[in-house]
């Protein structure tokens, strides 16, 4: 069996190279059950576990009957991080490798969580997120799933506008209102908007307006503003959520920033793992 774990001799944080992969570690299967991570997301952050850097490491060996068996171990920010985000995560790892037409026996497993040993044991069984946490309905995890995908929405609809915004000074919130998603710039931003309202099931067409709530209806024009200040607002709870949780892992397991996928949405210019910090619409006003 061939294990993937972080070097603990590896250099000082700043001397690391800013944009390393962490997946280039892997070849072969590895390669492939790593890559297949990526859709699994931490449901807070919406980010995958692969850029956190919460696989800690990743196993195969030779299955049965011509399958290979793979082992994963994941780890969090912190010890007490929610059970249902931890088992979301953890039961979405399983899920996608199970899925992989060449795997044999897959066992995910938590490391160094308060829960770790029922959640481990829920995921061996394949007792199910009800059957591990018997006073928990099983609805709960899929109600919780639809709340972060709503908010995942509106972060990444945030974005798209608020790079609009920065592009054409002439552009007013208001006129916001008539934007449709093909007004919006190929990229990154783009593409994750996209993803986020098919996880939702609103319109993904070129003439489908940007600005709408959670069900896909637009905002009147004079709600705007308000619509978008608000959006902003979960928008930068994600990206503050999720530079602080990547900060405590790296503390928790010095090491594992090897692990984590640079981010420039969020960072911040003291942090030496990120840099080119997007500058926010109130530092642009100061500069003008």
Request: aromatic share 4%.
């Amino acid at each position: 069996m061939t294990t993937f774990l972080p070097d603990p001799l590896a250099p000082p944080l700043e001397d690391r190279l800013l944009d390393v992969d962490p997946r280039t570690r892997h070849t072969g299967l590895a390669r492939e059950a790593y890559d297949a991570l990526d859709v699994v997301l931490d449901p807070e952050l919406d980010e995958p576990v692969t850029d956190l850097g919460f696989v800690r490491s990743l196993a195969v060996a030779p299955g049965t009957h011509g399958s290979t068996d793979v082992e994963v171990h994941l780890r969090l920010p912190t010890s007490f991080c929610s059970p249902s985000f931890a088992y979301l995560m953890a039961g979405d790892a399983q899920d996608v490798l199970t899925a992989l037409e060449w795997t044999g026996r897959v066992v995910v497993e938590l490391d160094d969580h308060h829960d770790s040993a029922v959640i481990n044991a829920g995921l061996a069984s394949g007792s199910g997120w009800a059957g591990t946490y018997a006073a928990e309905e099983a609805s709960s995890l899929e109600e919780l799933r639809a709340t972060f995908r709503r908010k995942a929405h509106t972060a990444a609809m945030e974005r798209c506008l608020t790079d609009l915004l920065r592009a054409d000074d002439t552009l007013t919130e208001e006129a916001l209102a008539d934007v449709v998603l093909g007004d919006l710039a190929a990229g990154e931003h783009r593409d994750a908007l996209l993803r986020r309202r098919e996880a939702l099931g609103l319109r993904t067409d070129d003439g489908a307006p940007v600005l709408v709530d959670a069900a896909g209806v637009p905002h009147p024009r004079e709600q705007v503003p308000m619509a978008l200040r608000r959006a902003r607002s979960t928008r930068v709870s994600v990206d503050g959520n999720a530079h602080f949780c990547r900060g405590l892992l790296r503390t928790r397991y010095p090491g594992s920033d090897a692990d984590q996928t640079r981010r420039a949405d969020g960072s911040e210019p003291a942090d030496t793992t990120y840099h080119a910090a997007i500058p926010t619409t109130a530092q642009k006003e100061t500069q003008r």
